[in-house]
């Protein structure tokens, strides 16, 4: 049976009570911020470093990018496991890279789950896309637990890096073609949506679907009849259009979070070269600016992407957000890397002013 948020009490108040525990983080994160040190983030080789259970132990330019349910869930729950287990040392021959590719096999799964016909199915498909993310985090966290890295420590350029984007890569495509399939094989209505389903539209406006028990779930009776073969093509043609701008907001996403992780890695967590560059460092991390900007990545990075159209589904509202994101979701994610960008102008010529002067 598939779970209605509109009717589901406990399921509204599960989705208040996340909601919550992500703000009181987020608020934490923000005093724990501005009480930074320099030397108290400092980058450590002692195999505690990392496994603080608080998410929000350590600051870090890679953590503070994260979105909420990785940083708050996922990635706690995979330290909390590898704590509880001693993983490393009872389960030395699964390596990082054996976890990667094991979530897109979970991914494969969820994607035969998600375009079903069925509501309840497809919302069992999103669980599994949750436990692809969560082995997702516990991959890195299995790295940096036997590198005696935290999570300071970027390892950019590195196999395990890039298997590591392979696998995501192939991941996040499972779940498009999933989308894929269920769209087409069940065309939405063009129209607004009412109680019972969607408002009339003309003819020619209304791409063709059989009635399907979500419909009937929803009190909708379909869309009758049959429309000719050219219509129902140019609705399939939207369809695919709508995704591919959506994988494509994903791409782009994914690369300039990338960019920005690794700039400010660079100019706020390498060790400065004089005591100047190290109090500007951390006047940087304590700033107003900063602080709005990793707001912002949190949540439009494309890990927030990926919850959000998963949520939409579990809702039944994927078309909608398809819908609203076809043309928004690339202005968001430009304009935020566009502020970023000017921002990283401005840190880089604070930081290169601060050397000049040698304070």
Not at 129 to 158: P, W
Request: aromatic share 10%; net charge neutral.
């Amino acid at each position: 049976m598939a779970l209605n948020i509109r009717e589901s009490r406990w399921l509204q108040l599960t989705a208040a009570l996340i909601l919550i525990y992500f703000f009181v983080m987020d608020v934490s994160l923000y005093n724990r911020l501005q009480s930074f040190t320099f030397s108290s983030n400092k980058a450590t080789e002692s195999p505690n470093g990392e496994y603080h259970l608080s998410p929000i132990s350590q600051i870090a330019m890679k953590t503070l990018l994260l979105d909420p349910p990785n940083h708050y869930i996922h990635v706690p729950l995979a330290v909390m496991f590898i704590e509880a287990t001693n993983f490393s040392n009872v389960f030395p021959s699964i390596t990082p890279n054996m976890i990667s590719v094991s979530h897109v096999f979970v991914a494969a799964c969820g994607m035969t789950l998600v375009w079903s016909d069925r509501l309840a199915v497809r919302q069992a498909g999103v669980l599994l896309f949750e436990v692809r993310s969560y082995l997702d985090a516990l991959d890195g966290a299995v790295a940096r637990s036997r590198a005696r890295h935290n999570m300071i420590h970027l390892d950019i350029g590195s196999a395990g890096f890039f298997v590591d984007g392979i696998c995501d890569t192939f991941g996040s495509i499972a779940l498009y073609v999933g989308i894929l399939v269920y769209l087409t094989s069940n065309l939405p209505s063009l129209g607004s949506r009412t109680k019972g389903g969607y408002s009339a539209v003309p003819l020619l406006l209304l791409p063709f679907s059989h009635p399907s028990k979500d419909s009937q779930e929803r009190g909708g009776d379909g869309a009758p009849g049959v429309l000719p073969h050219a219509v129902n093509l140019i609705h399939k043609k939207r369809v695919v259009f709508m995704i591919i701008c959506s994988a494509l907001q994903m791409t782009l996403g994914s690369l300039f979070w990338n960019r920005t992780l690794d700039a400010y890695h660079s100019l706020l967590e390498i060790e400065p070269l004089t005591e100047g560059q190290r109090a500007l460092q951390i006047e940087i991390f304590k700033s107003q600016s900063l602080w709005i900007i990793i707001w912002c990545w949190r949540l439009c990075n494309p890990h927030a992407l990926l919850e959000m159209i998963l949520i939409s589904i579990f809702i039944d509202r994927l078309w909608e957000f398809l819908r609203w994101s076809q043309f928004y979701g690339f202005l968001v994610i430009l304009s935020v890397t566009a502020v970023t960008q000017i921002h990283i102008n401005h840190v880089t010529n604070l930081m290169a002013l601060a050397a000049l002067n040698g304070y």
